[in-house]
């Protein structure tokens, strides 16, 4: 990988990568940097390496999947999540609430339920996942489903509320 304009942050990475260029690890803190630094296509390489390498430490195909949904890519985000997820069981991987999101702005909406319904509350985009749950639980005539995954979504983030209230499927849920 050639960086461009590297301001010095990480050199630490970019030696051990000199040195140790088959390390994953070294590769996933340069992604990190990179991320930090909002060099989103940068860090997308630098995980993909790291992914490459290990392929069973499913943490470098979910960073993987949050640096590409950061560069813009939101198809590539969700190819490195199911790819992370593969085999493993929704309530068991560390970024469901993001898979479900992905698939469901792919218009994928069937897929992403069973994702959805599976968001912790310690993941990131969990409230997210939670209001797109009620709406498609809403829309499926599951109420009981639907409210209370509503109430979950604005128990984590109350700001939610103004989206909720402009949904006509989740208006008549809200307390």
Same mark, same amino acid.
């Given at each position: 990988?050639?960086?461009?304009?590297?301001?010095?942050? %990480?050199?630490?990475?970019?030696?051990?990568?000199?040195?140790?260029?088959?390390?994953?690890?070294?590769?996933?803190?340069?992604?990190?940097?990179?991320?930090?630094? %909002?060099?989103?296509?940068?860090?997308?390489q630098a995980?993909?390496?790291? @992914?490459?390498?290990?392929?069973?430490?499913?943490?470098?195909?979910?960073?993987? %999947?949050?640096?590409?949904?950061?560069? %813009?890519?939101?198809?590539?985000?969700?190819?490195?999540?199911?790819?992370?997820?593969?085999?493993?069981?929704?309530?068991?991987?560390?970024?469901?609430?993001?898979?479900?999101?992905?698939?469901?702005?792919?218009?994928?909406?069937?897929?992403?339920?069973?994702?959805?319904?599976?968001?912790?509350?310690?993941?990131?985009?969990?409230?997210?996942?939670?209001?797109? @749950?009620? @709406?498609?639980? @809403?829309?499926?005539?599951?109420?009981?489903?639907?409210?209370?995954?509503?109430?979950?979504?604005?128990?984590?983030?109350?700001?939610l509320r103004?989206?909720?209230?402009s949904n006509?499927?989740?208006?008549?849920?809200?307390?």
């Amino acid at each position: 990988m050639r960086l461009k304009n590297w301001d010095g942050a %990480g050199a630490e990475w970019m030696e051990t990568l000199r040195l140790q260029p088959r390390r994953a690890a070294a590769w996933s803190n340069l992604g990190t940097a990179l991320g930090r630094l %909002g060099r989103f296509p940068e860090a997308v390489q630098a995980f993909a390496r790291a @992914a490459d390498l290990e392929p069973a430490n499913t943490a470098f195909g979910v960073n993987l %999947g949050f640096a590409r949904r950061a560069a %813009g890519d939101e198809a590539g985000a969700v190819r490195a999540w199911e790819k992370a997820a593969a085999g493993m069981a929704p309530n068991a991987f560390s970024a469901a609430a993001s898979l479900g999101l992905g698939l469901t702005r792919l218009g994928r909406r069937e897929e992403a339920l069973r994702w959805l319904e599976a968001a912790r509350a310690d993941q990131v985009d969990f409230g997210e996942a939670r209001l797109e @749950a009620a @709406a498609s639980l @809403a829309e499926a005539g599951q109420r009981e489903l639907a409210v209370r995954a509503l109430r979950q979504a604005l128990e984590a983030d109350p700001r939610l509320r103004d989206r909720a209230l402009s949904n006509p499927l989740l208006r008549p849920l809200l307390p």
